[in-house]
C-alpha cells in the first residue's frame, strides 16, 4: 500500500463551486502534512501547512483527522485559476517528504 | 534569489549512456531530494539526502546513484540509461525534514531515453 493515496480525479466543476479534496496516509507516525499546486509542466509549489487544529488561507481550508489519517482541502468559489493538480505530502521528523499522486481540479466557466 | 536550479533542463539520451542531472540550492538547506514524474503518477522519491555525506534511498533508487559532498549540490547521476527511465526529474530542498517545513522545488528535468 502506497504511504500517501489520493483520488486522482479529475474533478470538474464549475466557476463558484466548492470542491473538496482528500488524502489519506498509512504511516502513523506521519508528523507534517502539506498540499502542492502543481501547474502543467511546472513544479510543484506549496499550497498550505496543514495544521492539527486546521487552518484557513483564504478560500482554501485544510483539516487534518489523525484518529482516521486523512487530510483534507476545501477550495470554495473556485475561480478558474484555481484549474491545476494538486498533490498532499507528509512526512515524520528527519525523514523525506512522501507524494501522494495527485488530483486533478479542472474549473469551468 | 535563485533558490533550487536545475540543469538541463531538456535531455534526450540514448539507451545505455549515462548522465548527471545537476542540481545546485543557495538557500542552505540540510535536505535535499531527487523525484521523477511519470504523467498522471505523482511525485516517486528516488534518494534524498539530510546533509552533505549522508544520502538514503527513496522508493524508486534502481537504476540512479546519488553524492552529497557539500550543502549546496545534490547530483543525481543516471547509468545505462533505459527507456523505463524517461521522465521528468524535480529536485527539492527544505531546511529540515521537521515539522511543517516547505520543500522548495527546482524546475525540473524533462528526460527522454530513445
Known amino acids: 500500500r502506497k504511504e500517501v493515496e489520493q483520488d486522482p480525479g479529475p474533478f470538474n466543476v464549475p466557476e463558484g463551486a466548492t470542491v473538496a479534496f482528500n488524502c489519506t496516509y498509512s504511516n502513523s507516525a506521519s508528523q507534517s502534512f502539506f498540499w502542492y499546486r502543481q501547474d502543467c509542466r511546472k513544479e510543484p509549489k506549496l499550497l498550505m501547512s496543514?495544521?492539527?487544529s486546521g487552518n484557513e488561507d483564504g478560500r482554501f481550508t485544510a483539516q487534518l483527522n489523525r484518529a482516521s489519517q486523512y487530510i483534507s482541502l476545501l477550495i470554495r468559489d473556485s475561480k478558474l485559476s484555481d484549474s491545476a493538480t494538486y498533490l498532499c505530502g507528509s512526512n515524520q521528523a528527519g525523514t523525506a517528504l512522501i507524494f501522494g499522486k495527485g488530483t486533478t481540479l479542472s474549473v469551468s466557466s | 534569489n535563485a533558490g533550487v536550479t536545475q540543469t538541463p533542463k531538456f535531455r534526450i539520451l540514448k539507451i545505455g549512456q549515462s548522465m548527471t542531472l545537476q542540481c545546485t540550492q543557495d538557500m542552505n538547506h540540510n535536505y535535499m531530494y531527487w523525484y521523477r514524474q511519470d504523467p498522471g503518477m505523482g511525485l516517486k522519491l528516488i534518494y534524498y539526502?539530510?546533509?552533505?555525506?549522508?544520502?538514503d534511498k527513496g522508493e524508486v533508487p534502481n537504476g540512479y546513484n546519488v553524492s552529497r559532498s557539500t550543502t549546496e549540490d545534490f547530483p543525481l547521476r543516471l547509468e545505462l540509461a533505459a527507456p523505463s527511465q524517461t521522465s521528468v526529474y524535480f529536485c527539492?530542498?527544505?531546511?529540515?525534514?521537521?515539522?511543517?517545513?516547505?520543500?522548495?522545488f527546482g524546475q525540473g528535468t524533462r528526460l527522454t531515453v530513445v
Open positions: 527539492a530542498s527544505s531546511y529540515s525534514g521537521g515539522l511543517n517545513t516547505e520543500a522548495f
Open positions: 539526502s539530510v546533509g552533505a555525506g549522508i544520502t
Open positions: 496543514v495544521y492539527s
